[in-house]
């Protein structure tokens, strides 16, 4: 467990270091506005819709371990290519290339899932999670610091070359470290493959939970997609300056996802926790709406990660305890997909809106689905009983 939460805790800080606060600024270095900058920051998660699933099923299969350690090898080549990209296209190839092979968090999860009990399991999802962010603490602001704090001339090389060192630390843990779970006996035939996926996600007990998941996961998603080109229009800020932040936000995730997420999972359950973890993103939405100062920032951050802190790992659990133990991985990573899909149409959606209207738009049109999605989900999350 220790070696898997080491893996996580630096494969986060590699992404981290340079999704967060390198490549919005190095794309528009490169010519890009805001919409095609959160295209490309998009592009990984569109392509991870497809493979996701299949990723988890091969995990099935043939083992976790294989799986993380060729998401480790990807993304070694994917950040060692960005270090290099003086053009759109190469950036472009690198996000390929890891959203083909990343499967870091889905098989993350059904890996602890084969090893803990379901009484235990959300609070190892939840260390595993607090890792995550951790890492993410760490990764934007060593990227930030490494490219510099000009927004018109970020230094990406050498943020690339930091996230590819990390990466390259990562295959020796895993292949050294991390050991082998059983296997689960399950059948792989890419001929009822499809009808597979289709019966988990038609499951009464889970399928809302999907759904659920895409719909938060789509206004959060589209929040991030815009932050760095929203702080740089309300306060010009760069790549440090959101590094630096971005090392508040991690710090707050892991607690949360810590401690947070074990007294209101104790005192109230998984799914009235999600709802509640609902209503405190809705109320970051909006404090950043009226945001001018950094005292007013500082509170949005705490509500918005105090809710999808909470809100991923308590959904992830959730899945896992309703569903088959063979398909534990694949149910997570068609929750992937979910989150992958919320990404790349929930980014790109709000760089439209920050384009075409105002920087304010897309957080006001997050507050509108955030508001619905509990409208429609309140009975079914306040009910004890599926």
């Not at 018109?152 to 690339?160: D, I, T, V």
């Amino acid at each position: 467990m220790n070696a898997l939460l080491l893996y996580v805790f630096l494969d986060v800080i590699a992404f981290s270091s340079i999704i967060i606060a390198v490549l919005p600024f190095h794309v528009m270095f490169l010519g890009a506005g805001p919409f095609i900058v959160t295209l490309y920051i998009s592009i990984f998660s569109f392509i991870q819709f497809f493979v996701s699933p299949y990723l988890g099923k091969l995990s099935d299969k043939f083992g976790r371990k294989p799986m993380l350690l060729s998401s480790s090898c990807a993304d070694f080549a994917s950040h060692l290519i960005m270090a290099f990209a003086n053009t759109l296209p190469l950036v472009l190839i690198s996000r390929v290339i890891a959203g083909c092979f990343s499967c870091n968090l889905s098989v993350g999860s059904a890996y602890i899932s084969d090893i803990t009990n379901e009484n235990e399991r959300t609070k190892y999802i939840g260390r595993y999670n607090s890792a995550y962010s951790l890492g993410f603490a760490i990764g934007p602001i060593v990227g930030g610091y490494l490219a510099g704090n000009n927004p018109l001339e970020p230094n990406y090389f050498a943020s690339g070359i930091f996230a590819a060192s990390i990466n390259f630390i990562n295959i020796f843990i895993l292949f050294f470290l991390l050991k082998k779970t059983k296997k689960v006996a399950v059948k792989f035939k890419s001929t009822n493959y499809v009808k597979q996926i289709y019966e988990i996600i038609t499951k009464k007990e889970v399928s809302y939970l999907f759904y659920l998941y895409f719909l938060i996961n789509f206004v959060f998603s589209g929040l991030n997609g815009i932050f760095a080109l929203w702080s740089e229009k309300v306060f010009n800020w760069g790549p440090q300056q959101i590094g630096t932040l971005m090392c508040f936000v991690g710090i707050l995730l892991a607690f949360h996802q810590s401690i947070s997420i074990n007294f209101f999972v104790k005192k109230f359950k998984e799914k009235m926790t999600a709802l509640i973890s609902i209503f405190f993103i809705f109320i970051g939405i909006f404090l950043l709406t009226i945001t001018k100062t950094y005292t007013l920032l500082s509170c949005a951050v705490f509500f918005c990660t105090f809710g999808i802190g909470m809100f991923n790992p308590t959904i992830n659990s959730l899945i896992s305890q309703k569903i088959n133990k063979d398909q534990t991985g694949s149910a997570l990573s068609i929750n992937q997909s979910a989150l992958s899909i919320s990404r790349f149409s929930g980014q790109p959606f709000s760089g439209l809106f920050f384009q075409t209207f105002s920087y304010n738009a897309p957080l006001y049109i997050g507050l509108c689905l955030l508001g619905i999605t509990q409208i429609l989900y309140a009975k079914k999350l306040a009910n004890k009983i599926d």
